[in-house]
């Protein structure tokens, strides 16, 4: 059983930075897609971005280009987000996700709130 565990989300400014990890487990993630979504209340969960596991073929949303980086730690099975240039509009909860064809799971996501 996939379990993905969100941390590092928290209260910053505009301008400031923060680092998201997601440690992942149960299984060996060669062939996934782990990403990061994000969510406000009322909108439809969207792509931050992703990372093609063990390859390092990454993915960004247009919004976050040149602000966000994903990266992977293979040893560690953990994927990291780092947050810079953060605005307001940033403020969301993220969710990790581990995708593989028709299976896909989340973890239980983290608050990040971009004060201006």
């Known amino acids: 059983q996939v379990q993905l565990v969100e941390s590092g989300g928290g209260v910053v400014q505009a301008g400031g930075s923060l680092r998201l990890s997601c440690a992942a487990s149960?299984?060996?993630?060669?062939?996934?897609?782990m990403g990061w979504f994000r969510q406000t209340p009322g909108k439809e969960r969207e792509l931050v971005a992703s990372?093609?596991?063990?390859?390092?073929?990454?993915n960004y949303a247009n919004y976050v280009k040149g602000r966000f980086i994903i990266s992977g730690d293979y040893a560690k099975n953990t994927v990291y987000l780092q947050m810079n240039s953060l605005k307001p509009e940033d403020t969301a909860v993220y969710y990790c996700?581990?995708?593989?064809?028709?299976?896909?799971?989340w973890g239980q996501g983290t608050q990040v709130t971009v004060s201006s």
């Open positions: 996700n581990a995708a593989r064809g028709a299976s896909s799971d």
């Open positions: 149960g299984r060996t993630f060669s062939g996934y897609v």
């Open positions: 990372i093609r596991w063990s390859v390092g073929v990454t």
